[in-house]
């Protein structure tokens, strides 16, 4: 096979996982690129054509998707969970969290406990009724 068009997945799902495990902590690209075995440049661009979204695009959504789940489940203040989740500026927190939910997440928060959570359904119930766990 020609290095041509080769695309290694297996480096970019382990790259993806990193993401997913740190996406508290202060992350760099030449880190995460490293740790993939490939150019900074290269790694960007590979990741965008596998997973249609820069890394750093990948890893405010996982925050993000992480700021919500707490805001639904716990009490911490919006601060804490900024910090919780990896944000260092609660107001560029505030403003990525309202740019991809449209909401302010107190907004968020109020709204979300309004709504009632559907009930829970264990994942063996799921598997033996062909239901998706995660809708």
């Known amino acids: 096979m020609t290095a041509i068009g080769y695309i290694p997945h297996e480096r ?7 993401l997913d495990s740190n996406y508290a902590s202060a992350i760099t690209i030449q880190y995460v690129s490293r740790e993939a075995a490939l150019s900074p440049y290269h ?15 990948y890893l405010i959504q996982r925050r ?14 919006i601060t804490e969970i900024c910090l919780e989740v990896g944000f260092e500026s609660l107001g560029s927190f505030s ?4 740019k991809t939910t449209g909401l302010s997440p107190s907004e968020y928060r109020k709204n ?5 959570q559907p009930p829970h359904i264990p994942l063996c119930v799921c598997l033996m009724h062909g239901i998706n766990p995660d809708p």
């Open 12 to 18: 970019l799902r382990m790259a993806r996982a990193y």
């Open 43 to 57: 790694f960007i661009r590979l990741f965008c054509r596998v997973y249609k979204q820069t890394p750093y695009q």
């Open 64 to 77: 993000i998707d992480r700021a919500k789940e707490l805001l639904r489940s716990t009490d911490l203040s």
């Open 95 to 98: 403003t990525l969290f309202r």
């Open 112 to 116: 979300a406990t309004k709504q009632p």
